[in-house]
Antibody, heavy 120, light 110 residues
Framework: EVQLVESGGGLVQPGGSLRLSCAAS????????MHWVRQAPGKGLVWVSR????????SYADSVKGRFTISRDNAKNTLYLQMNSLRAEDTAVYYC?????????????WGQGTLVTVSS | QSALTQPRSVSGSPGQSVTISCTGT?????????VSWYQQHPGKAPKLMIY???ERPSGVPDRFSGSKSGNTASLTISGLQAEDEADYYC??????????FGGGTKLTVL
């Protein structure tokens, strides 16, 4: 059974940093693109970032480019999102999601999310 | 990277059909056949319902169908059931390995 479990969320002050993790199990982690998607309270889904299977290619939404870094450790079956220079508008539930098949454009399994709150 | 445009809400009675639109531009929806749709119940993670404009993943009822014309994609749910009440999001590839979601549509089953 495919499982994705996010962790690392919490309360952080504006300008601070946080690293999210997503522990994956039930599939060959290194064979799939992985994504981060966020959802502000009461708002819609917003794609944040994606990474390819071996970690050599990444892409980001303009809103986080230069502040967030996606990475993965295939030996640990874990996806990461390093978030720096956090702003109030980064407050959201952050989901990790598995890329479907060999594609980078669809996601077929999602974790339950971890809440990040940026506030003083 | 502007969000795709969806109606904020739609509604229908059990057994009826509803269609949710998703309007983008030639740089996203209109430029690629990489449109997907997600269903999200309150407090739950999104679930993939449609990919590749009109393909259904295994386990998704054939009451759910997708289509696209020009810069607008559509999700149609026929034979509405109470459990279909949820938020629905479209998503499109927008080039240079970027994805963009729609703002979401709340479906109410009357």
């Amino acid at each position: 059974e495919v499982q994705l479990v996010e962790s690392g969320g919490g309360l952080v002050q504006p300008g601070g940093s946080l690293r999210l993790s997503c522990a994956a199990s039930g599939f060959t982690f290194s064979s799939h693109y992985m994504h981060w998607v966020r959802q502000a309270p009461g708002k819609g889904l917003v794609w944040v970032s994606r990474i390819n299977g071996d970690g050599s290619a990444t892409s980001y939404a303009d809103s986080v480019k230069g502040r967030f870094t996606i990475s993965r450790d295939n030996a640990k079956n874990t996806l990461y999102l390093q978030m720096n220079s956090l702003r109030a508008e980064d407050t959201a539930v952050y989901y990790c999601a598995r890329g479907m098949g060999i594609t980078t454009v669809y996601t077929d399994y999602w974790g339950q999310g971890t809440l990040v709150t940026v506030s003083s | 990277q502007s969000a795709l445009t969806q109606p904020r809400s739609v509604s229908g009675s059990p057994g009826q059909s509803v269609t949710i639109s998703c309007t983008g531009t030639s740089s996203d929806v209109g430029g690629y056949n990489y449109v997907s749709w997600y269903q999200q119940h309150p407090g739950k993670a999104p679930k993939l319902m449609i990919y590749g404009v009109s393909e259904r993943p295994s386990g998704v009822p054939d009451r759910f169908s997708g289509s696209k014309s020009g810069n607008t994609a559509s999700l149609t749910i026929s034979g509405l059931q109470a459990e279909d009440e949820a938020d629905y999001y479209c998503c499109s590839y927008a080039g240079t390995y970027i994805l963009v979601f729609g703002g979401g549509t709340k479906l109410t089953v009357l």
